[in-house]
């Protein structure tokens, strides 16, 4: 859900910041299931064909689980990346998300046939098996008039949320699991069920007697920490599923996943209602299993003498991008991301491994982390930024370190450099198509060779030297893969014709490239299950195995006539190794255990779809509406619950509506509750708040506003009075992670008895006043893999509150500045934060006052537990308890590196990390006046611990100690503070 | 499924085609696992004593006479295997609960389960000579004959042996009020 | 008899097993019946046989582990390794061999089996013993060929792992919508042109959206020519002057443009030299000539084939520029002399013609005009 949210925040500002309005306009394709939305016109080619694939999966879906769905299904077409992907949720809407781009194939985990098709077959799972409700299910859907979103605002909506959607509180494993075996055999066995990347990866485990995480630490620590991160979810819950089909059936697996009424609301429960056992005993059993049948496949490989290699590097470089090799230097150059670092361009010298930093890479990817190509005449190296966006063509001098922007938002990659006539070639990726492009100096520009038909692709290719020849890897729309070489005088000339070098099946042929003298041809397959480097001879057009691995070798160099670098899988990274150029005789394969769950079970062969054709699926017939979508005509009410708030000291029962359309660009929100304590005035008892949400801007309105943690204190928020605002974003800069965004608020209150902001400070003088406030933000943050939040970067904000009162008014104007960077210890920062503030107003006038003190956090909370980090905080001393008209603080923030637990609780609550940070602090006010001047320092920490509850709750439990110095008190104050975040 | 008889694949084997001895893997690797585990009453141990079975009938095919019985001569080796493994062990187990059946609810799991795990406890206490010929006679059908050749025993013992181990099973049995 | 009879129960009891496997004769078995019928205490022992026995063949068969199959057929396609056999043959034929190699020449002078190996024969025998050991070697089944079999599916000895495929989704069955276009605007050109301002502009202009719908000017944008005309700077500019504009308009212009013979002329290269020249500019210009062109009489002399000629002629074209008789083209009288039928008749009398060409008599013609005026 949280992914889908993000891709639906992107797509608002996206489609707003669009530079071509003549495609801006939403338009949608409607049947009975299905409505398919999209905002550009240049996709409108691809709508039918995914309607049918839409239609075909639904079909099949609705056989299996028999399913009827609560809703529509909404898809949203989009092209944010330059590599396509897909979301899905069904809370509080059936939603899908999906990519018009390519997909990366990158080490076989991503599909090579036509992608629609696939991602339809992959997202309808998570569909179904979120949607899917049983009676009484469904009856809490209709008492709560929808499926609830849990809101931290109001933390009764989780319960809430549970009872009507409780299928969506099981891990990611889980739905990604069944997603992927299911996928694998509606696609005719093309899938992560029968993936070489997914055996490699418990071979390796196995191999080297490594831990396999269980299902608590797989979420705890096996998709936060490892290289691979999330992915992990992908991997062992394909697995784990390939399992369960092999041991009990594929069919008590539907029976797993089905949420009938017959079934247990919880992932866990029903496992044990369906197979007998417990969920824990079954993936003990699973490993138990994995680690005998790798040994299996480590005792086929063995067979055959192993290929033996010589490390040349004593670290593993975690994820690792297309890599060249500068003979003169001795070095290899190329973009890693490994866990503790932030990804970046690194040149390793092969004779002692040490690694020297380059340039950072902004947005690297998962797995190839960045395009490179190599310009050895110059010593350049072009390489892509933004790689899981638009990606941008960036250039580096290797000695220097010093990078240039070329192109932004090139969308190419797959870069390879023609030294004959120094021009840079790559693929380029825009509304669904990939283009043979050719970008020559001074690379500011790019020239279309080749657009390939809609579901072919090019990737990894490769120029030899004397510039004539290019190959690369092509994949068909069936999902074959051929070595292809071409012309590239032909090219240059309209002539797209290419010769098949090898057919390598439903295998892909990786980074194939080419020797210094052109004769051969370097790269790996999955040919015989097992990644193995193969050498292509051109003359006598054969192809030969070089190497027979345990694990896996990637990325070939040549490097000479009789060596050669490449890239050895290992569990933490792949790590650069040199091997003798020298055929291998024979290799055995491996047995693949998806294989085995067909030939046990061939009942999944049934479940291959017939392809999404004009003659089965005819979409004009199902279509019930095409044409304009506008969000606003489609807003429904997605759920009316009763909630408890706190006023001042007061409990307040009520209701809480939601509404909004199904790509959450409107949102309503209305909640309204009654004190029936006697002991609160009669025109205080009422309480109300309406919260308008519709692209950038927001509307607020509360009368005797009321806070669910008001119930708890100390920090209250409740007040008596009436407020109106309006409030409205705007980007200015959006290149995440790097963006500037202004915000503007006017705000109107009366009937006020304290200050709107600090709940300290009561007013008598007046009980309204107007509000206008802005807020200019620049930032630019990173995090390496395994971090808990931002470790690097830098921040810096304008911030302006003017107040009207009684005629008068008090500008107050204040500047934020945080800077940070990683210590060479992985994910421990050094932040240095500054304050300064200054307000026009006149001292003795409450509004004119700036004011500090105290942690800030509520005893359960839902605002940011790391509230210490806010200007007004000052933890040691009491809330608001230091002001004044100007001030200036400073804070030295020291991050330690967070501590994750393998395994700490049970699957449905435990605990994911603690994360201390230490900090000392310097707050001085009242500059102008040495009689109200007041200094104070404090020394402090904060421990926050992550607890996770039903496997998606998130919720963060802090401890906070600090002493603080005043410069007229005579001893110090101290402040200890304990606070429950409820979700995040 | 594979219709040739054991005896021409066997030939088809000795003259050269490693495929076939395939075939008598996949046609007899279950029942003489069998033959092992419940002679042993080891899981992982059977296994290995079930490929060195196979293994050793590979390398000495050449001296099977084609005219006996294949899987005749195959439980010879397997149940001299799990003799020798007996002898070196010198104990008995109790019944290791990892394996799985198939097509069953969970509570009929339960009761076979239990029950197998009365019958195994009890068939570990009975002489191995006498458990041996229960289990080819019982877990594999074979006759008097069979067994004789398989064992190399008179067909009279094996009746005698039979006959006296269907009379202790049944006292341990009581014994245990089973 | 019961069972607690020890001389019968020897036999009953092998009766009770016998029946249990289905061995027994028909003669047996109805003893058996007997028996069990009188001794209740031997009936329920048979009862409880019959139990145990029937629990036994309930025992469900343990399934293996998976990996099983692969490592005893592993195992079969493992390299072998020496037995002791073997290696005992091996050590015993290396022995021999280095023996008749190396024996010492001078300890015997005796025919020793080294003596085998000298000179010419010695070539003979060591080649045979080396071929020995070869044979012996592979005999013994110590590189045992590879199995031609195993070769099947394979790059040069890779094995190609099994994997499930069925029939995938093919090109036929992704029908797309206008695919066409949706590449045509993969093009750089296409995407600068959509970023650019101007164009963006009078995209939105809806005349400029029906004239990309028109059939005719969608065969003109393929035409090179006008390609390269839309290159041209002199073009550009002249799009842009409004006389241009204006003309472009008028409805005569336009049937104009659609003549045959204007699209002819149009390609002559005299008159785009014409168009270029200065003087022709100035006339075009000129409102008197326009007012002429205009004029339908003259029109149709200039369709008039002798006019056509007489305007090629070299001469014709040198009076023209003779300023004395552009002077004569002005006088009245002269244009009524032009339109005198007799003067016509003399003009075409060739003794006219030569008189005109007499230098006396034009001399005579030039005192004549001074006495006229």
């Given amino acids: ?984 | 499924m594979n219709d040739k008889s054991d005896s021409v694949l066997v030939k088809e084997c000795l003259s050269g085609i490693k495929k076939s001895f395939e075939i008598l893997v996949d046609r007899y690797q279950k029942p003489v696992f069998n033959v092992a585990f419940r002679i042993i009453n080891n899981y992982d141990d059977a296994a290995e004593i079930a490929q060195t079975t196979f293994i050793k009938a590979f390398e000495n095919l050449s001296t099977f006479d084609t005219k006996r019985k294949f899987f005749s001569w195959l439980y010879r080796i397997a149940t001299n295997e799990s003799l020798n493994y007996l002898k070196a062990r010198k104990q008995h187990e109790l019944l290791s609960d990892d394996h799985v059946s198939h097509d069953q609810t969970p509570d009929e799991k339960f009761d076979d389960a239990e029950s197998d795990e009365q019958l195994q406890t009890a068939l570990m206490q009975l002489n191995p000579d006498y458990r041996i010929v229960l289990v080819l006679c019982h877990f594999h059908n074979l006759s008097y004959k069979e067994i004789s050749s398989i064992l190399d025993v008179p067909e009279k013992t094996v009746k005698s042996r039979l006959f006296s181990a269907r009379k202790n099973l049944k006292e341990l049995l009581e014994r245990e009020n089973i | 008899m019961t069972m607690t009879d020890p001389d019968n129960f020897d036999h009953i009891f092998e009766l009770m097993n016998k029946e249990i496997d289905g061995v027994n004769s028909k003669k047996e078995s109805a003893e058996l019946k007997r028996h069990l019928q009188k001794h209740a205490d031997s009936a329920r022992y048979f009862k409880k046989l019959q139990s145990i026995s029937k629990r036994l063949g309930r025992v469900k068969a343990v399934t293996p582990p998976s990996y099983l199959r692969t490592t005893i057929v592993n195992s079969i396609y493992a390299p072998k390794k020496f037995t002791e056999a073997q290696q005992s043959v091996w050590d015993t034929v290396i022995s021999k061999f280095t023996q008749l190699l190396f024996t010492n020449k001078e300890a015997s002078m005796e025919q020793t089996p080294t003596n085998l190996f000298t000179g010419k024969k010695g070539i003979f025998v060591l080649s045979g013993a080396i071929v020995a050991v070869v044979a012996i070697v592979y005999l013994a089944g110590l590189y045992p060929p590879a199995d031609t079999e195993d070769a099947v599916g394979t790059i040069g000895g890779v094995q190609k792992a099994k994997k499930y495929r069925s029939e995938q989704i093919a090109e036929k069955d992704v029908v797309l919508k206008n695919e066409k276009n949706a590449r045509v605007i993969q093009s750089d050109k296409f995407q600068k042109l959509n970023k650019n301002d101007r164009f963006q502009k009078i995209a939105k202009d809806a005349s400029f959206q029906e004239l990309l719908k028109d059939a005719a000017f969608q065969e003109l944008l393929k035409d090179a020519a006008f390609q390269e005309l839309l290159k041209d700077a002199a073009f550009q500019e002249l799009l842009k002057d409004a006389a241009f504009q204006e003309l472009m308009k008028d409805a005569a212009f336009q049937e104009l443009a659609k003549d045959a013979a204007h699209a002819e002329l149009m390609k002559d290269a005299a008159f785009q030299e014409l168009m270029k020249d200065a003087a022709y500019q100035e006339l075009m210009k000129d409102a008197a000539f326009q007012e002429l062109m205009k004029d339908a009489a003259f029109a149709e002399l200039l369709k008039d084939a002798a006019f056509q000629e007489l305007l090629k002629d070299a001469a014709f074209q040198e009076l023209l520029k003779d300023a004395a008789f552009q002077e004569l083209l002005k006088d009245a009288a002269f244009q009524e002399l032009l339109k005198d039928a007799a003067f016509q008749e003399l003009l075409k009398d060739a003794a006219f013609q030569e008189l005109m060409k007499d230098a006396a008599f034009q001399e005579l013609m030039k005192d004549a005009a001074k006495e006229a005026y």
Avoid at chain 1, 265 to 294: K, M, N, P
Wanted: some cysteine.
């Fill in chain 1, 1 to 984: 859900m949280q992914r889908v949210q993000k891709i639906l925040a992107a797509f608002a500002y996206a489609w707003l910041l669009q530079s071509a309005p003549a495609f801006s306009q939403l338009s949608s394709l409607e049947t009975k299931n299905l409505r398919l939305i999209s905002y550009d016109r240049s996709h409108a080619f691809v709508v039918p064909h995914l309607a049918r694939c839409f239609e075909n999966a639904f079909r099949f879906h609705s056989k299996l689980f028999s399913y009827t769905p609560t809703e529509e299904v909404t898809l949203l077409l989009q092209d944010f990346g330059d590599y396509g992907n897909g979301g899905a949720t069904a809370v509080p809407f059936n939603l899908i998300s999906v990519g018009i781009s390519p997909f990366h194939y990158a080490y076989e985990t991503s599909p090579a046939n036509e992608r629609m098709n696939a991602l339809m077959n992959h997202e309808l799972v998570h569909i179904v098996a979120l949607d899917r409700a049983s009676e009484s299910d469904r009856l809490f859907q209709s008492l709560f008039s929808g499926k609830i979103v849990p809101t931290r605002e109001n933390p009764l909506s989780m319960l809430y949320s549970y009872l009507t959607t409780p299928r969506r509180y099981s891990p990611r494993w889980y739905h990604e699991g069944i997603a992927s075996f299911l996928e694998t055999w509606m696609d005719g066995g093309i899938g992560r069920a029968l993936g070489a990347y997914d055996e490699m990866v418990f071979r390796t485990m196995v191999r080297d007697s490594a831990y396999i995480y269980d299902y608590v630490g797989l979420e705890s620590e096996g998709t936060t920490i490892d290289f691979q991160v999330k992915a992990n979810s992908y991997l062992y819950g394909t697995r784990f599923m390939n399992f369960v089909a092999y041991q009990y059936g594929p069919e008590r697996l539907i029976q797993w996943v089905s949420r009938t009424d017959e079934s247990r609301r919880f992932f866990a429960s029903q496992f044990e209602h369906v197979f007998g056992v417990s969920l824990e005993q079954a993936w003990s059993d699973w490993i138990t299993f994995e680690r005998r049948w790798q040994q299996a496949n480590l005792d086929s490989i063995r067979l055959h003498p192993v290929s033996r290699h010589r490390e040349l590097s004593p670290q593993t470089l975690g994820s690792v991008s297309r890599a060249f090799y500068d003979k003169s230097q001795k070095k290899i150059y190329a973009a890693i991301n490994y866990p503790g670092q932030v990804a970046h361009i690194a040149a390793m010298k092969i004779d002692d491994g040490a690694v020297e930093h380059i340039c950072d890479v902004k947005g690297g990817a998962l797995y190839y982390v960045s395009s490179l190509a190599y310009d050895s005449s110059s010593r350049v190296l072009f390489y892509t930024t933004d790689n899981n966006k638009w990606r941008d063509l960036n250039m580096v001098d290797v000695e220097t370190g010093v990078s240039k922007l070329l192109i932004q938002d090139a969308r190419t990659g797959d870069l390879a450099f023609n030294h004959a006539d120094k021009s840079l070639w790559g693929v380029r990726h825009f509304i669904g198509f990939s283009t043979l492009v050719r970008i020559p100096p001074p690379y500011t520009d790019w020239n279309q060779v080749y657009t390939l038909p809609y579901g072919k692709d090019l990737f990894d290719i490769d120029i030899a030297a004397d510039g004539k020849t290019l190959t690369g890897a092509l994949a068909e729309v069936s999902g074959n893969q051929k070595l292809i070489q071409m012309d590239i005088q032909k090219l240059m000339k309209g002539d797209h014709s290419s010769e098949i070098i090898f057919d390598f099946d439903s295998n892909s042929p990786a980074t194939f490239v080419f020797s210094p003298d052109g004769r051969f041809s370097f790269g790996t397959s999955y040919y015989s299950g097992v990644s193995n480097i193969f050498r292509y001879d051109f003359e006598k057009k054969s192809m030969v195995a070089l190497t027979n691995c345990e694990t896996g070798y990637f990325r070939p160099i040549p490097v000479s006539d009789d060596s050669l670098i490449a890239f050895n899988y290992t569990g933490t990274g792949f790590v650069p190794v040199m091997l003798t150029n020298r055929e291998q005789e024979h290799v055995s394969a491996i047995n693949f255990l998806g294989q085995a769950v067909v030939e046990r079970h061939p009942i999944v062969t049934q479940w291959k779809l017939d392809p999404p054709s004009e003659s089965s699926i005819n979409i004009d017939s199902l279509t019930t509406y095409s044409g304009e979508y506008r969000p606003i005509d489609h807003i429904k009410v997605t759920s009316l619950y009763p909630m408890v708030e706190g006023y001042k000291d007061f409990a307040s029962f009520g209701l809480r509506m939601n509404a909004s359309d199904p790509i959450l660009i409107n949102e309503i929100d209305l909640s309204t509750s009654y004190s029936p304590n006697a002991l609160l005035p009669a025109g205080e008892r009422l309480h109300a708040r309406l919260n308008l949400h519709s692209w950038r801007w927001r509307f607020l309105a509360t009368y005797n506003a009321a806070d669910f943690y008001d119930l708890f204190g100390p920090t209250k928020t409740s007040r008596k009075g009436y407020s109106a605002g309006v409030q409205y974003r705007e980007f200015l800069v959006f290149d995440e992670p790097k963006t500037m965004d202004y915000l503007v608020t006017g705000s109107a209150y009366w009937g006020l008895e304290r200050l709107p902001d600090f709940q300290n400070v009561s007013i008598k003088s007046f009980d309204r006043f107007l509000s206008v406030s802005g807020r200019l933000n620049y930032q630019y943050f990173m995090r390496s893999i395994g971090a808990v939040e931002e470790e690097t970067g830098f921040r810096w904000q304008m911030i302006s509150h003017n107040n009207y009162v009684n005629g008068v008014l008090f500008p107050r104007l204040l500047s934020n500045l945080d800077y940070g960077f990683l210590l060479p210890v992985s994910h421990s920062s050094i932040w240095l934060r500054g304050s300064s503030g200054y307000s026009f107003g006149e001292r003795e006038e409450a509004f004119a006052k700036f004011y500090f003190g105290g942690f800030g956090n509520n005893w359960i909370d839902y605002l940011d537990s790391k509230r210490f980090r806010e200007y007004y905080s000052f933890p040691g001393v009491e809330l608001n308890e230091i002001g004044g008209t100007n001030y200036g603080k400073l804070t030295l923030e020291w991050t330690l590196p967070p501590l994750r637990f393998r395994r700490f609780g049970v699957q449905s609550f435990y605990m994911n990390w603690m994360h201390l940070s230490l900090f000392a602090s310097g707050l001085s006010t009242n500059f102008d006046n040495p009689s109200l001047k007041q200094t104070a320092v404090n020394v402090g920490g904060q421990l926050d611990c992550k607890l996770v509850m039903f496997s998606t709750q998130e919720s963060t439990l802090s401890f906070g100690y600090a002493v603080a110095w005043r410069d007229h008190l005579p001893s110090s104050t101290k402040e200890f503070m304990i606070s429950l975040k409820l979700l995040k």
